[in-house]
């Protein structure tokens, strides 16, 4: 079968400055992730180096200011390079977004002091976050959680379990939402914990299906102390500092679930037209190409709603109801679109040979995490019809 290599993504893009950044991020792609993809992925290997990587050429803070490092970057550039980043290799695209949502509640709530003593580390030096807000008996219903934060001096102690967290074990730093208070979303506060303090440990990675090159691991906390000083945000505001940074990450989501589907596409095209069968490239016959021509638009159909929603974003108007409805459209793309792609390959589709098995393995977990996608029609029927009745 001849190669049919895959075209770029023709996108529009805001700068001059931009359209480098995406150049940048294709040569780091094509030198540096998409060669050991696979091989690293089914060792189950994180790619930490090449994080430490990204953080050196920027691409680590770029949606955040850059008087503290970030790239001042809109999230309309920001969510396009992690699309091309997830087409490559979904463990490094969704650990890139993970490491923007644990820098959220600092870059967006903390003081001018604690942006200046942590910020920089945090988006450019080098280091890798991760965000704890799920646990084990509280996953959708967020603000049931039981880990508590209880001051002691000018100090906080924190004892309980976070689950399901994405760099649990392997990050230098956790955006952790504790109890502070009584029942509820208004008990909650957000801290910023060390990734070395101690009492703070991890158990074994999680064995997923997918995404095995990203660790996801239950984090316990033995009585770890934080300083008051790393509080972020009022005592009580931990919850409403969460669903902020939810709503960007949900976009976040969005982008690497149609940088999978992209990438499912683009090695359906390729096999399409280089296999024969009866004499002819199987994209010949009208069955296939209805097939691939409904692949293709979901994808750029994903990528719109996706982008209408971070140019809201950008321009600071209410973009919640369309971030779920991204989250919710872009994910379900994804796990059809490689779906489909297996089927297009056929029997080579089901072997781990083709990269397209992997793609839809990977893309399932993309309509559970930061919001399952039932959660996401509640958030969207919650706006356009009010609160349910109780």
């Not at 992209?262 to 097939?291: C, V």
């Not at 919640?320 to 989250?327: F, L, R, T, V």
Request: negative net charge; aromatic residues 6%; proline residues 4%.
């Amino acid at each position: 079968m001849p190669d049919r290599a895959p075209q770029p993504v023709d996108r529009t893009l805001p700068t001059e400055e931009a359209r480098d950044l995406i150049t940048l991020v294709r040569e780091i792609v094509q030198r540096e992730i998409a060669p050991h993809a696979a091989e690293e992925e089914e060792a189950g290997r994180f790619p930490r180096e090449l994080f430490s990587l990204l953080s050196e050429s920027g691409l680590l803070g770029l949606p955040y200011d850059s008087e503290y490092g970030g790239g001042d970057q809109p999230y309309e550039v920001y969510l396009q390079v992690l699309e091309e980043l997830a087409a490559a290799r979904l463990t490094v695209g969704l650990g890139v977004s993970v490491h923007s949502l644990a820098c959220h509640a600092l870059a967006g709530y903390g003081t001018k002091e604690q942006r200046g003593e942590h910020l920089a580390a945090m988006l450019g030096g080098g280091l890798l976050g991760a965000y704890c807000l799920s646990e084990p008996s509280s996953g959708s219903d967020a603000a049931s959680l039981r880990t508590k934060a209880e001051r002691d001096g000018d100090a906080w102690v924190i004892t309980g379990t976070k689950a399901w967290i994405t760099h649990g074990g392997v990050a230098d730093f956790y955006t952790v939402l504790a109890r502070t208070g009584g029942e509820g979303a208004r008990g909650i506060s957000a801290f910023l914990v060390p990734g070395d303090a101690e009492g703070l440990s991890a158990a074994a990675p999680e064995k997923k299906m997918g995404m095995k090159g990203s660790p996801t691991a239950q984090l316990h906390f033995d009585g770890v102390r934080v300083p008051d000083a790393r509080r972020i945000g009022d005592e009580g505001q931990g919850f409403a500092i969460a669903l902020s940074a939810l709503d960007s990450g949900r976009l976040g989501i969005a982008a690497c679930a149609i940088g999978v589907a992209q990438a499912a596409l683009d090695e359906s095209l390729a096999y399409a037209t280089g296999r024969k069968q009866f004499g002819r490239p199987i994209a010949d016959f009208q069955g296939l190409r209805f097939m691939l021509a409904d692949m293709a638009t979901k994808v750029e159909a994903g990528r719109a709603l996706y982008l209408a929603a971070a140019r809201l974003r950008d321009r600071g108007l209410p973009f919640s109801k369309e971030a779920a409805m991204a989250k919710l459209f872009c994910t379900d793309t994804a796990m059809q679109v490689a779906t489909d792609a297996v089927q297009v390959l056929g029997g080579y589709g089901y072997t781990a040979d083709f990269p397209v098995e992997r793609l839809m393995r990977e893309a399932k977990v993309l309509q559970i995490v930061e919001g399952t996608n039932q959660i996401q029609r509640m958030v969207i029927a919650r706006h356009l019809a009010g609160p349910e009745s109780r």
